[in-house]
């Protein structure tokens, strides 16, 4: 949640993320704008990860498969759609502590949009860390025609309110 924190007369700083406190199981935050995946992304992506499998790098490969052209590299639509729920979910986490039920449903390609939601499962305050809770959400992928191609269960830890590491600055 990108907010503003009044900091003096007439001054404003940027406020990124929610902490323990802003979270309510059975929220749902809409995560935008939407991110249009390219052709180019895919390519640096394979590079960048050294997975160069031909589906998504090998064009002629491809289009002799069921799909007939590149399929984008699914770990590159994980990290998008996570890149998407951070301002509002683990903009002020101190950490991740496990992801599960990662589920591929559609495939995703070039000039395909993402969209995301989060929904809020469950909450509580970390027993061993005064100041800091848990929290556990599942995100979903859409594309531009509302076809969901993605879900997952992500748990993180994040700081009450006046416990952040950095809440003077963010």
């Known amino acids: 949640m ?3 924190v009044e900091i003096g007369p007439q ?3 940027a406020s990124y993320g929610r902490y323990l406190e802003d979270f ?7 995560h935008r704008p939407g991110r249009t995946l390219t052709d180019n ?5 394979a590079l960048l990860t050294m997975n160069q499998h031909p589906m998504h790098c090998d064009a002629a490969y491809a289009a002799k498969s069921e799909f007939g052209k590149l399929l984008i590299n699914s770990p590159l639509t994980l990290a998008v759609v996570v890149g998407m729920t951070v301002n509002d979910v683990s903009g002020k986490a101190i950490a991740n502590l496990g992801w599960k039920d990662i ?11 993402l ?6 499962l469950e909450k509580r305050e ?7 809770g848990i929290v556990t959400v599942i995100t979903t992928a859409f594309n ?6 993605m879900a997952f269960q992500r748990t993180f830890l994040v700081a009450r309110r006046g416990h952040g590491v950095n809440d003077d600055i963010c």
């Open 126 to 132: 970390s027993k061993s860390r005064p100041g800091q």
């Open 24 to 30: 309510t199981v059975g929220d749902v935050y809409e």
């Open 115 to 120: 969209y995301a939601e989060t929904k809020v």
């Open 11 to 13: 001054r404003y700083r």
């Open 2 to 4: 990108l907010s503003a």
């Open 41 to 45: 992304d895919n390519i640096q992506f």
């Open 144 to 149: 531009q025609k509302n076809v969901q191609v």
């Open 103 to 113: 589920d591929i449903s559609a495939p995703v390609f070039a000039g395909d949009t």
